[in-house]
């Protein structure tokens, strides 16, 4: 068998293990809590292969939280990181703000059925960023593409702990705060995790 990994495959290997760490404890029932510190920028989903692979092989004796500590980034590895969180069996994720979270982050932060903010945690919300190359014409159906998934995306994920009209006032380029100290916070979450129960009972029922 021939090996083909180069130095830069190991090295990337590597930067891989910096990008989240993932801690296991055993706990009677039987059962584990597998604690996920999510604290640099989100880059390509390769760094994420471990971890993705972790969530779906957990089973209901297992319990996953995220620990989020991170400003965002790649899209396209944050929504597989997402679909990886919603495809694991595992009997609770729950997400912990564990201090200023942003744009993708804060997605991410809404992917668990439970959410927590732990003090001086911060989520931001805002419309995409991106840079595209291409022809005029192109660029224009890129836009339209990009535009209306984005909106679609961040409506299944984001409501209903954002309202309609804060989903529509980030679609036009507005910014959104949510601080540990919102009086509304409480009623926020509320409203998430009920969905979140309602959804998970629904698939439920389809099996």
Known sequence: MTNNKTNDDESKASDAD??????????PSPGKIHSVYLSKRVEDSFYYTDLMHELRAMTQE???????????????????????IE?????????????????????????????EFKNRGVLMFH??????YGKGQELESMHES???????ATKELCFPFLTIQEL????????????????????????????????????????
């Open 62 to 84: 297992d319990h996953v939280v995220f620990y989020l500590q991170n400003y965002g980034g790649d899209t396209d590895a944050g929504y597989q990181l997402i679909n990886a």
């Open 127 to 132: 419309t995409y960023t991106a840079r595209m």
């Open 18 to 27: 910096e990008k989240f760490r993932i801690y296991t404890t055993e706990i």
């Open 168 to 207: 529509k006032d980030q679609k036009a380029g507005g910014d959104k705060y949510i601080h540990w100290y919102d009086k509304d916070l409480p009623e926020r979450i509320k409203r998430h995790e009920s969905h979140k129960k309602r959804l998970k009972n629904k698939e439920a029922k389809k099996k």
């Open 87 to 115: 495809d694991s069996r595992a009997t609770t994720k729950h997400m912990v703000v564990d201090s200023e979270c942003a744009s993708m982050a804060s997605i991410i932060a809404l992917s668990g059925n439970t959410l």
């Open 146 to 152: 990009i535009t209306e998934s984005d909106v679609v």
